[in-house]
């Protein structure tokens, strides 16, 4: 392509964890119109979740820069930095309140409309629990991404159900599905069995001991077999979700054989050797699915909304540990997988082109774009918004409130190392107080 047909687009992603900033960055580059040279600045929201430099790593996205920042230093960033594109990949409550307080930074401009960038927001994986919530908070970006065909409808009925302009609502699949297809049975050596653990499903110290235990036995089962426990962080590490039970320290108790293995790393990295991929819900089982890996969704603890396992009633993936030592190997359902956004059959380059096409369409608007316009305002949530903006220090207009940390200034090193000795303070109390509290209280 020649160097003159090309334009710079500046992207900036805003993520709140090592997950969300995955989805994120590779969401921006698959969005990107055609024709784009990307410039892509990353924002990791300062917090429990702020991933660490080997989190990152792992991930694999590279940004041209990145900063961390707390959400009023963003919005500061946000008025002084002319970007194309804006990629809010946040928990629904962080996207509502920067929704707002962007709605205050970008004010109207002489010609009455607000000069921003096109904003977009989504879901990281499978939407299983929470989905008004979640839908409602992220309402008001210019493009809301579905992962699939399924999710596109179920988010449209939730928005023209509350009488809310449904129009942001744009199918897509998820960016980070990819990788060569699995070869077939018997062409890995040694075959390589993969348990996709989650950081917070299940949640109780039995459950996960269960989990880890069959594991360990279906590697002794097989010792010709290569078992692998993909994990997602180190202990210490916080992911989209809190982890108070690390596998790690779990398996400190067993004594596992020789063929059985703790492992971290990119997803796809592991996959590429995977020649059975279980798991209780994870979205690995989705990027599985894409590369045609036999996919195991557990049925040991049961089929139930709190596990999100339910979302794939209907996969021909549910089993249970039990059937795979007898030998059991799922075959998925085709019908249930082209819902899902999992496009095996070669369909998957063009999952984004609705996207693309609707950016560049926006960024091309005459005149520019209409104000951010959420659902949840003073006026339809006035017992709700006030506290979802507060807990990101602004008020209910969206501006920051007093005492918020400064924007224009970086924290200086005594203030650096009391917040590095209080994120350490609050996963000490999240991963080994607070689950003695509960079983104190259990007594």
């Not at 600045?41 to 990152?56: C, E, I």
């Not at 067993?254 to 979205?283: A, K, Q």
């Not at 209907?314 to 019908?335: F, K, N, T, Y």
Request: with cysteine; glycine share 10%.
């Amino acid at each position: 392509m020649p160097v003159s047909a090309t334009k710079t687009l500046r992207v900036a992603v805003l993520a709140d964890s090592d997950t969300r900033w995955k989805w994120g960055a590779l969401t921006a580059n698959r969005i990107a119109p055609e024709n784009s040279d990307i410039r892509l600045d990353g924002y990791l929201l300062r917090g429990r979740a702020t991933p660490t430099a080997r989190q990152l790593e792992e991930v694999g996205v590279r940004a041209d820069a990145l900063h961390e920042v707390t959400a009023v230093q963003f919005l500061h960033a946000m008025r002084e930095e002319p970007y194309d594109v804006l990629v809010l990949a946040l928990v629904g409550g962080g996207v509502q309140a920067m929704l707002h307080g962007l709605g205050r930074v970008w004010q109207d401009g002489p010609d009455g409309r607000p000069k921003r960038p096109v904003v977009v927001t989504g879901y990281v994986g499978v939407v299983y629990e929470k989905l008004a919530d979640g839908l409602l908070l992220r309402h008001g970006a210019d493009l809301v991404l579905a992962n699939s065909r399924q999710d596109a409808d179920r988010f449209r009925a939730v928005y023209e159900g509350v009488g809310a302009d449904a129009g942001s609502v744009t199918e897509v699949a998820l960016p980070f599905l990819g990788g060569a297809a699995h070869p077939g049975e018997g062409e890995h050596d040694p075959y390589t069995v993969v348990f996709a653990a989650q950081p917070s499903v299940p949640e109780s110290r039995k459950d996960r001991t269960y989990l880890l235990n069959r594991l360990i036995e279906h590697a002794r089962r097989h010792p010709e077999r290569e078992v692998l426990l993909k994990l997602r962080s180190k202990p210490g590490e916080h992911t989209t979700h809190i982890e108070e039970l690390p596998y790690q320290k779990l398996a400190q108790r067993f004594d596992p054989p020789s063929n059985f293995r703790l492992v971290y790393g990119h997803m796809g990295e592991v996959l590429d050797r995977t020649d059975l991929l279980v798991t209780i819900s994870s979205t690995a089982a989705l990027e599985s699915l894409h590369r045609r890996i036999p996919t195991v969704v557990l049925t040991d603890l049961g089929v139930r909304e709190a596990l999100g396992n339910h979302h794939f009633v209907g996969s021909g993936c549910l089993a249970s540990w039990d059937q795979l030592d007898a030998g059991h190997r799922p075959v998925p359902d085709e019908e249930w997988v082209s819902r899902q956004g999992v496009a095996t059959g070669g369909s998957y380059a063009t999952a984004f082109d609705a996207a693309r096409e609707r950016v560049a369409e926006l960024l091309d608007r005459p005149g520019g774009l209409p104000p951010l316009a959420p659902y949840y305002t003073s006026v339809t949530a006035p017992g709700y918004l006030p506290g979802l903006l507060a807990r990101h220090h602004l008020g209910p207009d969206g501006t920051p409130l007093p005492g918020a940390p400064a924007a224009d200034k970086e924290p200086g090193p005594v203030r650096q190392i009391v917040r590095r000795a209080a994120r350490g303070a609050y996963r000490h109390g999240v991963q080994r107080v607070a689950p003695v509290v509960r079983r104190m209280g259990e007594l």
